[in-house]
């Protein structure tokens, strides 16, 4: 059984991934990096892909990841 991980991928405003490193504010720590800073964070699952909508805050999609961690396991539980 392939193990299913529920994470969050911060996310510029194009939608693009953002791996930089940035401040606790979400901007860029490298102003030189072409980093247009953290506009969403969309919560990615390995089995489903994009789960939801983008969150404008992680502060939001720290929770829509747990209950899509707990959705997971539900389902599990009932196979
Ligand atoms: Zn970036
Ligand atoms: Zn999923």
């Given at each position: 059984m392939a193990r299913i991980t529920v994470s969050i991928e911060p996310q510029h405003a194009d939608f693009t991934k953002c791996e930089h490193e940035v401040k606790t504010s979400g901007?860029?720590?490298?102003?030189?990096?072409?980093c247009t800073g953290r506009a969403q964070f969309q919560v990615v699952c390995?089995?489903?892909?994009?789960?939801g909508k983008p969150h404008y805050l992680k502060l939001f999609a720290d929770p829509a990841a747990i209950e899509h961690r707990q959705e997971h396991r539900a389902a599990l539980a009932t196979r």
């Open positions: 901007r860029p720590r490298d102003p030189e990096s072409g390995s089995e489903h892909g994009a789960v």
